[in-house]
C-alpha cells in the first residue's frame, strides 16, 4: 500500500488515516464525558519559554458573612481568590521495523500495512497507561490537605463483609467523595473479576455496538446505577498473601482498584509535535528494512490537582514518575503562607478497593 511506502510517505495523510481508525473504549470514554478536551490549552504551551509545563487559572467562588441591612451598618466587602492549575506535557515515542526479507518469504504480505492499522489502538492503550499512572500518583499524595482527598475519594470494602463491590458500593463511594454533588459522577472503570460479582447478582446490563455491515457485537460496557461501566482487566490487581492463623487467619486473596470518574475528571490537550509520524529506509541492514517513527505529546490533567514536577528529571514524566505522589498537590492559591486550598468535594475521581 502506497500510504506506508517510505519513499511516498505523507505524514499528514498518515495522522488523518490513524485518527479515523475507531476505537471503541476510547470514543466510550469521550462519551462519557469523564475526559474533556481543552484544545485551546496547547496555544499557552507553544506562547510559553519551555512548552512542557504551565498553569491555567482557576476563579474561586463567592463568599461572605452577610451584613446586617438595618440603615446603620456597613456594608462588608469580599473579595474572590484565584487558584492555579498546574499541568505537564507527557511525551512517548516508539518505532517498529520491518524486513523486507519477510515480505518475500510471506509471498507478498503487506506487514508494515499491519502496523499502521494498529497504531491508533496502540496509542489509546499508552494513553491509559498514562492516565492510570496519574490516577495511582494522586491517591499517593500525602500533607494534611492532600490526605483529605486522598481518605475522603477512597472505600476500602475489603474488611466489610465478604469484600466484594456490592449493590450499594457505588452510590457510597460517590456520596463519600462529593457529598450532595455525587450526581456529577458519570463513568466506572473496573477489572472483569469484579464486573463478574455484579454479573451475578443481576446489577449490570451490557451495551451493543452494531458496526457498518449492521452486525450488532456485545461491548466491553455496562450500566450501574445510571453510570457507565467501561471493564478493563489493566485495572490495578493487588495479591494480598495469607496472615494470621486459627480463627483470626485471612487466607490470601486479591485487591481490585476500581476508579469512578466524573463529567470533566480529567482535562486532554494534543499538544502535537513537529513530525508524528516518519519512516526511514535501509536498504543495507538485513538485506533491506523499513522503519516507521511515532511521537506525540499530550497532556492529561486530573481537574483540581497539580503537577508538582518535584521529582521529575527531564521535561516529559516518566510512569514512575507519574505515580510519585510528591509529584502531585491539590490545586491552591499558591501564596507563600495561608495558602488555600480547592475544597476536594469539587474532584470528581474517586476509587473502591474491594476483593472483587
Known amino acids: 500500500m502506497a500510504l506506508f511506502n517510505a519513499t511516498n510517505f505523507n505524514a499528514e495523510v498518515f495522522g488523518k488515516y490513524v485518527d479515523r481508525i475507531p476505537n471503541l473504549k476510547r470514543n466510550e470514554l469521550i462519551r462519557s464525558k469523564a475526559i474533556v478536551e481543552r484544545q485551546r490549552i496547547a496555544s499557552i504551551f507553544s506562547e510559553q519559554a519551555g512548552g512542557n509545563y504551565a498553569a491555567t487559572p482557576l476563579f474561586g467562588q463567592i463568599g461572605g458573612t452577610p451584613a446586617n441591612y438595618d440603615g446603620k451598618t456597613d456594608t462588608p466587602t469580599n473579595t474572590t481568590k484565584t487558584f492555579s492549575h498546574y499541568r505537564v506535557v507527557v511525551g512517548r515515542q516508539n518505532s517498529w521495523t520491518e524486513n523486507d526479507f519477510s515480505a518475500d518469504?510471506?509471498?507478498?504480505?503487506?506487514?508494515?500495512?499491519n502496523v499502521g492499522q494498529q497504531i491508533a489502538e496502540y496509542w489509546d492503550a499508552v494513553d491509559q497507561d498514562t492516565i492510570l499512572s496519574i490516577l495511582k500518583g494522586i491517591f499517593a499524595m500525602t500533607g494534611t490537605e492532600n490526605k483529605k482527598f486522598v481518605d475522603s475519594h477512597t472505600y476500602d470494602v475489603t474488611a466489610v463483609g465478604d469484600g466484594l463491590f456490592g449493590a450499594s458500593t457505588l452510590n457510597k463511594v460517590i456520596q463519600q467523595a462529593a457529598g450532595d454533588n455525587k450526581q456529577k459522577f458519570s463513568l466506572v472503570i473496573m477489572h472483569s473479576e469484579v464486573a463478574t460479582n455484579l454479573e451475578n447478582l443481576n446489577l449490570m446490563e451490557y451495551l451493543k455496538y452494531t458496526d457498518a455491515n449492521g452486525i450488532q457485537r456485545d461491548l466491553c460496557l455496562a450500566s450501574l446505577n445510571g453510570k457507565l461501566v467501561l471493564i478493563d482487566d489493566s485495572m490495578p490487581v493487588e495479591q494480598v498473601a495469607a496472615t494470621g492463623s486459627g480463627d483470626t487467619a485471612v487466607p490470601a486473596h486479591n485487591k481490585y482498584t476500581t476508579y469512578v470518574l466524573g463529567d470533566g475528571?480529567?482535562?486532554?490537550?494534543?499538544?502535537?509535535?513537529?513530525?508524528?509520524?516518519?519512516?526511514d529506509r535501509d536498504p543495507k541492514t538485513n538485506g533491506g528494512q523499513t522503519t516507521l517513527y511515532a511521537r506525540q505529546r499530550k497532556i492529561f490533567a486530573p481537574y483540581g490537582i497539580n503537577f508538582t514536577?518535584?521529582?521529575?528529571?527531564?521535561?516529559?514524566?516518566?510512569?514512575?514518575?507519574?505515580?510519585?505522589g510528591a509529584n502531585w498537590?491539590?490545586?491552591?492559591?499558591?501564596?507563600a503562607s495561608g495558602k488555600e486550598y480547592i475544597n476536594h468535594k469539587a474532584i470528581p475521581i474517586a476509587r473502591v478497593i474491594s476483593k472483587g
Open 105 to 113: 518469504i510471506a509471498g507478498g504480505a503487506d506487514f508494515m500495512d
Open 265 to 279: 475528571a480529567i482535562e486532554y490537550t494534543n499538544c502535537g509535535v513537529e513530525v508524528p509520524y516518519e519512516m
Open 309 to 324: 514536577k518535584k521529582n521529575m528529571v527531564s521535561l516529559s514524566p516518566t510512569d514512575a514518575e507519574l505515580q510519585n
Open 329 to 335: 498537590e491539590l490545586v491552591n492559591t499558591n501564596e
